[in-house]
C-alpha cells in the first residue's frame, strides 16, 4: 500500500488525530514505531519510514513505542473496503484461526490457495498472515497487561498464546524485557483474575454519537438479556460455549473511547468478546469516510 511521505510527515509534525489508526511512523534509529500522535519528539524526515499498519511495522522488525501504546489506537486500516476476503481472513484470525493452524489450512477456509492469500495480505496490510496474527495477539497482550491486573498466566490464555515461555519469549524479543516490567506500578499490587472481571478502553475515532448508539441499541433491547441505564451504559449478559457472564458499556470521560467491564468464567474468550462489543458498537467506523459518503 502506497503512502504519501510528504503527507505523512506533516501529519506527524503536527500530531493529527485525524490519522491515528491510519498510519505507523516507524524510526529507524531507535527501531521503534509509534503512532502519529506519540508525544515524543518528531524525528527527522530522513529517518523515519511510514506503514499503513503495525504488523507491517513489526514485520519489518520495529518494536512497539511505550509511550503513545500502538495497542490503544483506533481499529482503522486505511485497506477497508478494498478486499472481502481479507475481511474475511482478518475475522477468521480474530477468532483464532492461525493459533493452532497453518496458513494454507486459513486459506481452504477461505476457497483461495495459499499464495493468492499471502499475496493480498501483503497488498492490502504490507504483513504476512502469520505476522498480522502475532501483532494481535501481541497488542492485546499489551493492552491487557498495562490495563488490568490479570495474572501472566492468564494474560498469554487470553490472548491466544499456546504457552506462557512463548508469550514470555515473544515480549523479551520485541520489548526487550519480561512482561511483567510493562506493568505499570501501581497495578502490581493485588492481582485480579479475568473471571473475577476485568475493564478494558476501546478506542474510537472522534467524532462518536453516544446518545444516538444508546438510543438505538435501548430501542431493541432484548428483556431480561440487555438493559439501558439512564442513557449513559448499556449492560448485556452474554453465553459462550456453556459459560455465562455479564458486560457493561459506557463512554470514557477522558479519552476518545468505551469502558467494556467484562465478568467471564473463560479467559480464552475475553478477545472474541471484545472483538464482538467493537463490532456491537461500530468502534472500527471512519469517521472521515462516511463523511464523504454523505
Known sequence: ???????????????????DGRIFIAVRTTRIYCRPICPARTPKRENVTFFATASAAQEAGYRPCLRC??????????????????????????????????????????????????????QHLGASPIAVAQTRRVLFAKQLIVETTMPMAEVALAAGFNSIRRFNATFQILYQRPPRELRRSKLIDGEQTGAEG?????????????DAMIDFLGARAIRGIEAVDNRWRYRRSIALDGAQGVISVEPDDREPALRVSIRFPQVSALSGIVRRVRRIFDLSADPLAIRDDL
Request: some cysteine; glycine content about 8%; aromatic content about 8%.
Open 1 to 19: 500500500m502506497e503512502l504519501d511521505h510528504e503527507a505523512c510527515y506533516r501529519a506527524i509534525s503536527t500530531r493529527d488525530a485525524r490519522f
Open 69 to 122: 501504546r500502538p495497542e490503544s489506537s483506533p481499529d482503522l486500516g486505511a485497506w477497508r473496503g478494498t478486499s472481502n476476503t481479507v475481511s474475511r481472513a482478518l475475522t477468521l484470525i480474530g477468532e483464532g484461526a492461525l493459533d493452532g493452524e497453518a496458513v494454507d489450512a486459513l486459506a481452504e477456509r477461505l476457497g483461495i490457495g495459499e499464495r493468492q492469500l499471502r499475496r493480498l495480505f501483503r
Open 198 to 210: 476485568i475493564t478494558l478502553k476501546l478506542p474510537y475515532a472522534p467524532p462518536y454519537d453516544w
